[in-house]
């Protein structure tokens, strides 16, 4: 059973969502994975006004109106603008078919500001996911680190938080979210280095480790074949490949009445 | 019966690998249905006794190798007497091809010598295998930042030199479009899958290049060796374009010698 964390409308030609889901979902039937969460439309906006997040969010909604069986959507919300972004998760999540919220590079999560969108994620048992990276030639003003999400994540030990990425260089990024029990990576979204899932296994456990791809600029080959060729237990690739995200998911999608 | 052009052996500097034991490694290569591999080393990257270097890859591919392996050795043109090496490489070890890491070696594809090796690899007839880059440049070792090879004078270097048989290593995202319609269709020039990306990742790459210019390379042990091979599931190549890619190409590459 996959259950796939991270996936976007891209690397597929069609005009609409609803004709780049379809192609995306051929990819996904031939490489077994049965939910794929979306979260972001087009074109990229990496410092989104509410207007342009909205616009975003309402493109997942419509992608996975067809596909409320097989695709998830996380709302795509900029720490920049809480209030405006709380709505959004009222209306995306609360009120709407959503299930998690994305936060990307506009803002870093280790600032309080954002600790009202955690919150309300928490009690909405929403998935948060964070990305995070480790450039070494330097993030960008608003990339949050793993070290950014441990601090997050130390203010709010009863939610469940992403670091995805973990980080780009999972060498670091893996002990810097260590020591937060709140925290599950995501491995998705970085070149198929060899080693990482082991190491994420043997320091953080498996059941804190999530598959995810980050198509279409990723391909399903490269992300799956972490899990695949990694030199840990068939019982651990099962937690990484699927069932960690449907035990993260059960309480929302449950609430909403999704089948799973 | 798959050809994979793109291996290492011995240690990756920064960090173990789960597969940097050669016996291992081909074992796991064995179980995958991998037949033969085109091994550099990953001390060709740094050591500066490049001599050494092959030798012990050449003994390391007839002792644990299995008869999968074999050695494509390191040359660097900025050591002295590099000539040597090529010659070596060629007549003591018997290889097919060499690897060349210009900018972990610090020289530019328009720099005199580039022009040089090439020269000089033709009277030895090796193959040259490009090495644009080893990792991500986001994740290096921040006293060892090592740019990726910069690609702006190669569709003149290999207009100078269409006797060379060059192979593009990790080059997905490396070459701009650009550049890429310029040297596709050019005979001498083939690129491995190693770093395809997006999804349907082949199904777009034999867009821009000919399937016959394609060679399936893993970057195993450093990338895990399933995220070459699942590439053909996940795109629909049907079996002329599958075996051209895993095999055939690269015995025809071989054959040309
Ligand atoms: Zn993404």
Request: charged share 25%.
């Amino acid at each position: 059973m996959i259950w796939d964390l991270h996936g976007h409308f891209s690397g597929v030609d069609g005009a609409t969502v609803d004709e780049r889901i379809a192609k995306l979902m051929e990819y996904a039937d031939r490489m077994g994975v049965e939910r794929q969460v979306f979260f972001m439309g087009w074109p990229w906006s990496q410092d989104p006004t509410p207007e342009e997040f909205r616009k975003q969010n309402d493109q997942v909604l419509q992608a996975i109106s067809h596909w409320h069986d097989r695709a998830f959507g996380f709302a795509y919300l900029n720490g920049k603008y809480p209030a405006e972004s709380l709505a959004e998760l009222e209306r995306c999540v609360a009120d709407g078919p959503m299930v998690g919220v994305k936060l990307w590079v506009s803002f870093k999560c280790s600032d309080q500001k954002i600790d009202p969108i955690i919150e309300r994620c928490g009690e909405l048992k929403a998935a948060i996911y964070q990305h995070t990276w480790l450039k070494v030639q330097g993030n960008r003003p608003g990339e949050s680190t793993p070290a950014d999400l441990a601090i997050l994540a130390r203010r709010h030990p009863d939610v469940s938080i992403i670091c995805g990425h973990t980080g780009g260089d999972w060498t670091r990024g893996i002990r810097a979210v260590r020591a937060e029990p709140n925290v599950s990576i995501g491995i998705g979204g970085s070149e198929p280095t060899a080693g990482f899932v082991e190491m994420a296994v043997r320091e953080l456990g498996a059941e804190r480790v999530i598959y995810g791809s980050d198509i279409g600029g990723r391909s399903y080959a490269s992300q799956l074949a972490k899990v695949y060729g990694a030199d840990i237990s068939e019982a651990d690739k099962e937690l990484i490949l699927g069932l960690n995200l449907k035990r993260m998911l059960t309480p929302i999608l449950n609430a909403k009445g999704v089948k799973r | 019966m798959i050809t994979d052009i793109n291996i290492n052996l011995s240690q990756w500097p920064f960090r173990r690998l789960p597969l940097d034991e050669t016996s291992k490694f081909v074992a796991r290569l064995q179980q995958n249905g991998i037949t033969q591999a085109w091994a550099g080393s990953f001390d060709g990257v740094l050591h500066r006794d490049v001599a050494e270097v092959n030798a012990r890859l050449a003994a390391e591919c007839r002792l644990h190798g299995e008869g999968v392996l074999i050695p494509s050795g390191t040359v660097n043109p900025m050591l002295p007497d590099w000539r040597d090496d090529v010659r070596r490489c060629h007549e003591q070890h018997g290889m097919r091809s060499i690897r060349i890491n210009p900018n972990y070696h610090g020289y530019k594809l328009d720099d005199p010598v580039c022009d040089q090796l090439f020269q000089h690899v033709v009277t030895h007839k090796l193959i040259v295998q490009l090495v644009l880059k080893m990792e991500d440049v986001r994740t290096h070792f921040p006293l060892m930042m090592v740019p990726t090879v910069d690609m702006t004078s190669l569709p003149d270097l290999i207009q100078r030199h269409p006797d060379v048989r060059l192979i593009l290593m990790n080059n997905y995202s490396t070459l701009r479009s650009e550049t890429l319609s310029k040297i596709a269709q050019k005979e001498n020039v083939y690129f491995d899958i190693s770093h395809a990306e997006q999804v349907g990742a082949l199904e777009k790459m034999t867009n821009s290049v000919p399937y016959t210019k394609l060679l399936f390379g893993s970057h195993a042990p450093f990338f895990y060796l399933e995220a070459a091979l699942l590439k053909f599931k996940e795109s629909e190549l049907g079996e002329t374009m599958t075996h051209a890619i895993q095999f055939g190409n690269a015995e025809r590459l071989l054959n040309e010698q």
